[in-house]
């Protein structure tokens, strides 16, 4: 389980050093891919094929599905956790970040989200986690 906002520096070949909480419940090898929400989510390589189940279970005969396929399985890379527990960030990845970012933990996988906009998402759910707590809860 993944817990808690770390503030850390992509240097310049990449490379993240990942929280030190965070690097065993990661292994050895990860799946980086594009986040949703202008993020990039890293997933332990054990876990990352039950978390996409679902979009590869969508019907390819629909566009909606077509794209969300291609948006998740274009946009991830496997890589190695290193010996001082950094990850490489791929180009195409590195590209939604600046070089300060927050490394948070979100239960079953890690996000890295570009300092300055994980400060503004995380005032915008500030914001509104009242309602949406209601919601959520008028569904069960």
Known sequence: MFYG???????????????????????????????????????????????????AALDSLTREARRMKRFVFTGATITEVDKQGRVVVPPELVGSLGKDVAVVGVHDHVEIWDRSEWAAHMSEIEGSVGDVAERAADRS
């Open 5 to 55: 906002t770390h503030e850390h520096t992509i240097d310049d070949k990449n490379r993240l050093t990942l929280p030190a909480k965070f690097r065993d419940g990661l292994g050895g090898e990860v799946v980086l891919q594009r986040g949703i929400d202008r993020n990039v989510d890293v997933f332990p390589r054990a876990s990352w094929n039950a978390s996409v189940e679902r979009v």
